[in-house]
């Protein structure tokens, strides 16, 4: 690749609580300044330790303007919405949900096998000719994630491209690019990503060298422009979400679980739901 993208930023995540009670590792929220346009939150929520005590969620909260995307690695959440949608997001699973005008609904994680809940949401923003557009889901079944697995690279597509293997979410006004990638030791790893999109890896387990850097769990980091990323393990495996998507360049209002492109959009979304009509059949 004649123009390999090297690093801009190296973000360690922050713990917060959410919801009621749900301690998770955040590394990048809703900004005015939407300097990761089109991707808008990433966090990553693990409650692995009993002395957390019992598991809480996310109660009935609703979201505009934005899409929401569950990928569960251990545990699962159950969720349900204002629309009479209802389901469980399992290990390996993913739930790409266009919230587009609106929906109310819950997310309440529960506990594996393992004991362990550990996962995964991404927020991605809609462009302005399609924040009210329908609710709409996109719910991918572990089993029908498409994988490539070819000399210590193991990567399970959710959206876009990798090696020529096509990720089942489609039709994403971001034209995005969301793998999980694990790499044994001493492994290249080249993925081409068209110049002028926005790229970020959330490192997760073990380390690699990104570009020139090397960069170990739990690390999110965002790269310059250029037309692939190239990362490199040496002693370590590594395991990373990588992402990408085409920056909307819009102005961005958020306030809370809604992102729209003004604060009028924001104070019109408030009195929908003082007065009932936020959610639109
Ligand atoms: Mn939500």
Redesign the pocket.
């Known amino acids: 690749m004649a123009n390999s993208r090297t690093i801009s930023q190296i973000i360690e995540p922050q713990y917060v609580i959410e919801g009621a009670d749900v301690l998770l590792r955040r590394s990048i929220a809703p900004k005015k300044s939407n300097e990761f346009d089109p991707f808008l939150l990433f966090d990553h929520f693990a409650f692995n330790d009993p002395i957390e005590g019992p598991i809480r969620g ?1 109660p009935m ?1 609703p ?1 505009r303007g934005i899409e ?1 995307v569950t990928y569960m690695l251990e545990g699962a959440t159950h969720h349900r919405d204002s629309l009479g949608n209802e389901g469980t997001i399992s290990a390996g699973d993913v739930q790409w949900m266009t919230s587009g005008r609106g929906i109310l ?1 819950e ?1 309440l994680p529960r506990r594996g096998e393992s004991g362990n809940i550990y996962g995964f949401q991404l927020w991605v923003n809609l462009p302005s000719k399609l924040k009210m557009t329908a609710p709409r889901y996109q719910e991918v079944n572990a089993a029908t994630i498409p994988t490539y697995e070819k000399d210590g690279i193991k990567i399970r597509v959710v959206a876009g491209q990798a090696n020529g293997v096509v990720g089942p979410v489609t039709e994403i006004a971001a034209s995005p690019l969301y793998l999980d990638v694990e790499l044994a030791s001493d492994t290249d790893f080249i993925q081409p990503i068209p110049s002028g999109h926005t790229a970020l890896a959330y490192v997760f387990e073990g380390e690699a060298v990104f570009a020139d850097k090397t960069i170990e769990a739990v690390h999110l980091v965002k790269f310059d422009d250029g037309d692939s990323i190239r990362v490199r393990s040496e002693n370590k495996s590594v395991r990373f979400m990588l992402m990408a998507g085409q920056p909307f360049k819009e102005p961005i209002a958020p306030y809370g ?1 809604f992102v729209m492109n003004t604060m009028e959009e924001i104070q019109q979304t408030l009195v929908e739901l003082r007065n009932g009509t936020f959610i639109k059949s």
Do not use: I, S, W
């Open positions: 996310f909260h979201h929401t609904h997310e679980p």
